[in-house]
């Protein structure tokens, strides 16, 4: 399960359109707790490093973002805890190439965005032997102990 308040839910949306008809890409930083819930605290928006051609249906973060991020989220005391990115004019079901591109633990969230309208968010968890998503609970709540650190 991942908790996520109300406006991170909204930021992915209106990044997804933003960026339609390419995919949008970003970074989900928070905390795990002791059973493995997720809580998201903020969304960290990122460019997304493909070429023109294959932006519309792969992402890919780049490693130098990656560690930017890691380094905004270390500074706040946060922990990347997933990702998100969009599927213009698809569903938000992850891609044999998310799927290939992806690890353990973490969240992987899409937004489905048809004709430049986010219709549809599901969050996703790999199997732990790497066969296949899951799709997780999203809890749309905020808990103010995050922001503590
Ligand atoms: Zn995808």
Redesign the pocket.
Known sequence: MIEIAPEHLAHMRQHGERDYPF?CCGLLLGRFDNNGTKIAAETYPISNAREEEAKR???LIRPEELMCGEKYAREKGFDVVGFY?S?PDDRAV??K??LDHAWPTYSYI?VSVEKGQAVDLRSWQMESDRSRFNEEEIAETSRASVRQC
Request: proline share 9%.
């Open positions: 995919e249906n792969r992402f990115h599927h992850p891609s190439y998310d899409v």
